[in-house]
């Protein structure tokens, strides 16, 4: 199977899911995992599975006010946030509207402050409708990994490998 993780990140606390997703899905598959200002539609064209996750951003998918913000707060004096390479570039939201049909049966995950959805929100749910909405086919229900403060809650990496497992088999 060949499989594409694309993931959206701030802090760096969404690519370590993302790079954690990857190592579930390894175990018999070819797996690519690229940041969403990387990922170009023919990455996507011979792809079995496409998984897709970004930071929950008020309560949804990030948006470029939101980004601004998140580079502003790390650019503090004293800040101790370190920004990910890509994350000045275009997030989830532009590369949706860019990317045209697929395929390819499809999940999404995010990373959300600990807490209740109903407080913090989930951008999983966002990031699985647009990709019904661009001809993907839904494998599983989006699932949501968690943060404290800056950084992601022990054992979240884990369940993140372990999801992936999950999800391979349900997708083979």
Known sequence: ??????????????????????????????????????????????????????????????QKRTRASAVQTARKPGSALVLDADAQGPGLREWFAEMGQGAARAAAFDTRLSGSPVLTGRASKQISRQLRRHGFRIVTRPKSFLVLGNELLPGEAERAREWASGLARAAA
Not at 3 to 26: D, K, P
């Open 1 to 62: 199977m060949r499989a594409v993780v694309i993931y959206e990140s701030m802090f760096g606390n969404t690519r370590a899911i993302a790079e954690a997703i990857a190592a579930g899905l390894r175990p018999g598959s070819d797996v690519t995992l690229v940041s969403v200002a990387r990922a170009k539609r023919a990455l996507l064209e011979d792809a079995d599975l496409v998984v897709v996750g970004g930071p929950t951003h008020v309560h949804g998918m990030s």
